[in-house]
């Protein structure tokens, strides 16, 4: 058997990992192929101050990946740069030189998935992306190939390590978010710009990835009503925990009788489910099957080693296929083109909700709130106060029975206006046991 | 792209399954493949009394396995019979005859994946086994491929239905076990002889073929160590729970720097660790790479719906690699011949112990036993007695700091021969937070 040779772009944190891992796990790595991945050719900007692992033998050195692509007897390119502009060029590429592609980069792939992958079926290359969605965890695999037969109704993960972190140590420390996440920022946990993390666009990307693999319908990041974590404080998860429930911010798809709805917002789970056991910087994906019923993957959401091994099992199962010969490629972005899983909006749904309030104290509030519910014929299913001293900013919750969004978004909006609110009302939708 | 051809052989539970899957979702199988699964033929002893649904088309029907295996045209056999007798002839006669197998049974691959395996190579076919362990679950994908690229270090287990329901219901009901298990039988959970599962053979059987997948070695079921739980108690889990922890029957596979580790026992884990969330008849495996830090695996561990998914979601694959030329195979089974994973007895093994006892109470009594485990070198890291009546039959628990097995059993075994003990003292390995 021939060896197979990759070239890699970028050598940031997961390109350094998954160098690291094809050096260090060689022999492993042959052992269960039955043939040897070489590292024929690396890429990057500052390539002069990268360290290449010795054993790797010798590997072509550029900081131009025009000429990593050029380079003789590559099979397959690994584009590790990130972003939607480079990378786009990079992988485009490698498809017209007939490379099969390997790429970490969820937002590259939630943009122009189908595109790239039309590209490459009809290049008669392969590409992989284990490692965009969900680091060490294999869940592209797993949908792809583990529990294929089976038919998926719904999907819910936690995929921003950074949002979870935040909200798993308000939930044990009481700190407000500003605290947290100045904290996870001076640890690396969390970048100086914060937004793609906390206000939910990183996991919307990885959402739109994993639901069109289990739905194989075209899903875009537009197409997913997306809210952040900026809004939540600590006394949230003290009426959370009060009602049997915690927070997470959940990235949801669920079939419906009318369509698909697709969201990533903060949301009450019950802490029964196993998706509430999932703290500090892991992920998490349950998915519910029609036959195989459920099933849940956990792991490090990020990290070059538990990111590195996703490039690598990637690397190794493209490898296999290539001295394979070229086996029938189905997209596994958009192939059903049955409508049967159309998106829809996050309105339509019916949920109870969680609706928490913050005012100034006087008589009439609760008559003036339920007033609004009643009038939507919006059905209370419990009012809860815990103690507290300021009667100019008192907090309390109202929990309401199913209803759907558009009825929710109605009332809070009306309960907006009401002079007595400190702010809009915090409305968080409360999952059913998973 | 041409259909490709199934002959099912066995149409018990799983095989009507897998028929139901086949036939329900045909649409979303053949979208996501490019070319149609279609069953050319079945087999059972009792073929008459079986419904084969009618969306499948003509199906050539026979009570006789050989018939089926000459059937023309067919490229898989699944083999769903079941045992070690039969079945392996029928495997070996479909390998023989150059066709892929599909199979769920786990004591023929636990006792035979090897050797069969071999034969596959040889012939140029191949063999797929996600159903043989933990149903629902798609591990053998995650071990064999999804991360593949690391270097598995730990792999632990809850891999018997059974036993879990039984422990999980003594734990929330104090039941005891007889009482469970009575009603496990009566709600068909459990079999008449409920042997296999209470005795860990069964989690023995599933354990053999995932450490082999895992650590690429020859592992057989007599390389575990294998206790069942019969002597456990409702207090054990009241002693449990006081120390933070939980007991579930845990399949554990370690590499030590002096070899690999296997038992299957009830064993005490932490209430924080996943694992301690695994209820009822659910199976759940844990995996620790190298490089990918921790991983999760959860779902239904039986039931011919979750277990039908693995075997069509197999056949999907093993199809989709008929239809693309023969690759590369490696067996996943004992590829490594490193020797780095070598089975070494869990007598080796050090840890934490929680010994249980029951006495009729007397002076002298914690004297008598801390003197023989003083005489060992064994360190006594807590004692505890929750409250108690009958000072005839008095319970209580020693904790052990970690030692060896050896030590414990040595010390176990002497304390046996003390004439206030009631029964010889329980022995449970505690295992580090995982």
Redesign the interface.
Known sequence: ?RDVNIGIVGLGNIGS?TL??LAE?A???A?????HLRVGAVCDLLIDSKQIPESLGPVFKTNDWRRLIEHPGLDIVVELVGGTTVAAEVVNAAIAAKKSVVTANKELMALSGPEIWERAIQAGTNVAM?ASVAG???I???LR???????VVALYGILNGTSNYILTEMEQHGSPLETVLAEAQRLGYAEANPSNDIDGFDARSKLAILSALAF?EKITPGDIFTEGIRRLSPMDFQYAHRLGHTIRLLCAARQTPEGLILSVRPALIPQTA?LA?VRSSYNAIWVR????????????GA?P??T??????D???VA??I????????SPFA????GQYKPIPVTLQTRSYYVRFRVRDQPGIIAALSGILAAKHIGIEAVLQLPHENKLDLPFVITLEPTTEESVRQAAAEMSQLDFLLEPPLVLPMEPPL
């Not at 190939?145 to 038919?151: K, L, Q, Y």
């Not at 192939?335 to 049955?338: D, I, P």
């Open positions: 058997m990992g690291k891992i796990n022999d492993q790595i052992l269960k192929l039955g043939f284990e060490g965890i294999p592209h695999t797993v190939e583990g529990i294929s037969g089976d038919r194989g196993i056991s099957g029609t036959y195989g019923e459920d099933t849940f993957y956990y792991g490090r990290g080693r538990p590195g091994v996703a490039v690598v099992s690397l190794m199962r296999r296929e001295l394979s010969g070229s086996p029938t490629r189905v192939h059903q083109r049955l």
